[in-house]
Nanobody, 115 residues
Framework: QVQLVESGGGLVQAGGSLRLSCAAS????????MGWYRQAPGKQRELVAT???????NYADSVKGRFTISRDNAKNTAYLQMNSLKPEDTAVYYC?????????YGQGTQVTVSS
């Protein structure tokens, strides 16, 4: 099964930007959909964004216009560019992949946005 490793999290001030990366252990060319989820303390995990092999994207309303998901199949990596960050974006961000109908998740990377 594919292994996913996130990186790029950290502490940033409100209004700042971060770029998360998700490195896969094998080719993602055949992985139909990749995405990012997040979980804030005391809250349920929520979907942030997804991208298919054809490049079709979908975003949560709360991040539309601020976050951009992308994937580089040649590098086996997916990205989440996060701009205009808000304190409410603070959460652990998880990369996800739909591998033949089974969801795979990374260990997560912490994003903290200070006001």
């Amino acid at each position: 099964q594919v292994q996913l490793v996130e990186s790029g999290g950290g502490l940033v001030q409100a209004g700042g930007s971060l770029r998360l990366s998700c490195a896969a252990s094998r080719s993602i060319f055949s992985i139909n959909a990749m995405g990012w989820y997040r979980q804030a303390p005391g809250k349920q995990r929520e979907l942030v964004a997804t991208i298919t092999t054809s490049g079709s994207t979908n975003y949560a309303d709360s991040v539309k216009g601020r976050f951009t998901i992308s994937r580089d199949n040649a590098k086996n990596t997916a990205y989440l560019q996060m701009n205009s960050l808000k304190p409410e974006d603070t959460a652990v961000y998880y990369c996800a992949a739909d591998e033949y109908g089974t969801g795979r998740y990374g260990q997560g990377t912490q994003v903290t946005v200070s006001s």
